[in-house]
């Protein structure tokens, strides 16, 4: 434990370089390395496999970071990058675009209408909580309000949607890593380059913000517009993740507190630790779900809580907390 | 560093909670601000400490107004004990106390020699170095309470506004918070909430009664803490002592 909290970044991320070049080798045809350039060119598969790996890499660490965040700032254990009812507009947005048949226009259809639908979804929490002078709590009361009511529209709009849809639906909401674009990814890798870095500038603050914004005001920190800064950040983060894949659960909640446990809480040392395991568990996940049964991919929702919850479980039971 | 209040009134909506209060801490001072429950003496630490805006009068350091201070400079000035809280997240020990450096600390780099030095002294005045490595989480109250005055102490701030900062520690430790508190050093101006009148009359050399919102009595602990005043604020009665080695304490019985 010692060692890992001495060299925080060392061990995720060796674990990502391999669990990433795995992902490009392993698949429903192995592609060995020796295979990836040959005679003057590069496989096709190989190109496929990047995008996905890349995709899953800013997917899963921006869904850890937004998760990191989110229990600090609302002080909940229990909060996750989808707390502010952000993958409920999100799912409306993309089963109405499925739904009304604009699929079939557009291929940017459903992650435009996830976007969009998150997105909205953000400004209502935002907008309702402004009452409250945007403080942890009423932005929690707003997001789970905003959250539940998305998640009855949903539920009726699955109700009369035909059998056919029903499917795509169905894996959409459970997270789809296969289709993911390079146009699309593009957008999302640099705005989470940008997150983990503003992140990272404002650690120090967000580890006052996490003990209460009056307690943080007396250590020098805007609380309030920190909050909302926070909160921004966090949410576009999950946007992003539901526009690119749909909404994968697990992720954002439990790598936090994993490496919360084993580095600590001090977040000017685990905001890119974070990044880095959450990266790795997702692509662990996937190549899980591509290799179990290649012919036909699990969703990559059920895998994260499959790995997930017992490695959690197990740390809860170890009750593998700090170690002087 | 001079901090001034003048005229300071604050309402929560209808309801006026602090009227008319005035206070000026100097360098060396030791105040404590006493009065029965509700009687507005956190809200005049939150105004002093400028978390609540003033909506009458004004909070001056130096002649400068407090909410024209960045956050980072007036924390720098300004320590704030707020009453016992328990962190959601499992900090240790000594993360809480890097915290007080929070307004000092640069943004990118890990805290420096000073900073160090600054926590394991606190730790150090407060006993708490062995437990520098346990989660706030897993301590008791009167623990935890230790840990945020270290905090405090690690903030190195001129000011400190504490509110209870011994109302969870047994007799012993109490004392030998106040007893650390009444002799810091580089002479910070020193202004504490109790509910201990006994150690008010002791380690004070200033103190101000509140009742309903209002001063009713300031000044030194034996004239301010007059049975009159007391039998006022707390309808107790009251009587002001020596023991036998001439420190004062006072005697309260319920009133006839």
């Known amino acids: 434990m010692k060692f890992l909290r001495r060299y925080p970044l060392l061990l995720p991320a060796l674990a990502l370089l391999l669990i990433a070049l795995a992902g490009l080798v392993l698949g429903s045809r192995c592609l060995w390395p020796t295979e990836f350039y040959q005679s003057g060119a590069w496989h096709p598969l190989l190109g496929l496999r990047l995008v996905r790996v890349l995709g899953t890499i800013i997917i899963g660490g921006g869904l850890a970071i937004s998760g990191l965040i989110f229990q600090a700032i609302l002080r909940n254990p229990l909060a996750e990058p989808f707390t502010l009812g952000v993958s409920g507009g999100g799912a409306l947005g993309a089963t109405l675009a499925i739904v009304l048949g604009v699929r079939a226009l557009s291929q940017y259809a459903v992650p435009g209408g996830a976007l969009i639908g998150a997105l909205l979804a953000l400004g209502l929490v935002l907008l309702v909580s402004q009452s409250g002078d945007w403080s942890s709590e009423s932005l929690l009361l707003s997001g789970v309000i905003v959250g539940t009511i998305c998640a009855s529209l949903l539920t009726y709009l699955l109700s009369i949607t035909q059998h056919e849809e029903l499917a795509g639906v169905t894996w959409w909401l459970l997270g789809d890593l296969q289709g993911l674009d390079l146009r699309l990814l593009w957008p999302a890798a640099v705005y989470t380059l940008f997150a983990l870095l503003l992140l990272r500038w404002l650690a120090g603050e967000l580890n006052a913000l996490a003990l209460g914004e009056e307690q943080a005001y007396y250590l020098g920190v805007n609380a309030r517009r920190l909050l909302f800064l926070l909160v921004l950040l966090a949410s576009l983060l999950a946007a992003f993740a539901v526009c690119l894949a749909g909404i994968i659960s697990f992720c954002g909640l439990i790598i936090p507190h994993i490496v919360r446990r084993i580095y600590g809480c001090d977040h000017r040392k685990i905001v890119f630790t974070t990044f880095l395991w959450g990266a790795s568990f997702l692509l662990l996940c996937d190549l899980l779900s591509r290799s179990i049964f290649p012919a036909r991919e699990i969703p990559i929702g059920v895998l994260t809580a499959l790995v997930g919850g017992p490695i959690f479980l197990l740390l809860l039971k170890r009750g593998g907390h700090y170690a002087a | ?256």
């Open chain 2, 1 to 256: 560093m001079l901090l001034e209040a003048r005229h300071l009134r604050y309402s929560y909506r209808s309801d006026c909670v602090v009227q008319d209060f005035s206070l000026t801490l100097r360098p060396g001072d030791f105040t404590v601000l006493l009065g029965p429950n509700g009687s507005g003496k956190s809200t005049v630490l939150r105004l002093l400490a400028g978390y609540l805006p003033t909506q009458q009068g004004e909070v001056s350091l130096d002649g400068r107004v407090l909410s024209r201070l960045s956050h980072r400079e007036r924390a720098r000035l300004i320590a704030v004990m707020p009453q016992n809280h328990v962190p959601t997240l499992d900090f240790t020990v000594e993360d809480i106390v890097m915290l007080g450096r929070n307004s000092r600390l640069p943004r990118l780099a890990p805290p420096g020699p000073a900073d160090w030095a600054a926590v394991h002294s606190a730790l150090d005045r407060l006993g708490l170095r062995h437990l520098s490595g346990r989660s706030c989480r897993r301590l008791s109250g009167g623990e935890r309470q230790r840990v945020s005055l270290a905090a405090v102490l690690a903030q190195e701030a001129q000011i400190l506004l504490l509110d209870e900062p011994c109302s969870a520690l047994d007799p012993a430790n109490s004392l030998a918070v106040m007893e650390l508190l009444s002799t810091l050093p580089g002479s910070p101006a020193i202004l504490l909430i109790s509910h201990d009148l006994t150690s008010a009359v002791r380690y004070a050399r200033q103190v101000i009664l509140l009742h309903e919102g209002r001063t009713i009595a300031s000044g030194p602990p034996e004239s301010a803490l007059s049975h009159e005043n007391i039998l006022s604020a707390y309808h107790c009665a009251s009587e002001l002592l020596r023991d036998s080695q001439g420190n004062l304490c006072l005697s309260l019985r319920s009133a006839p």
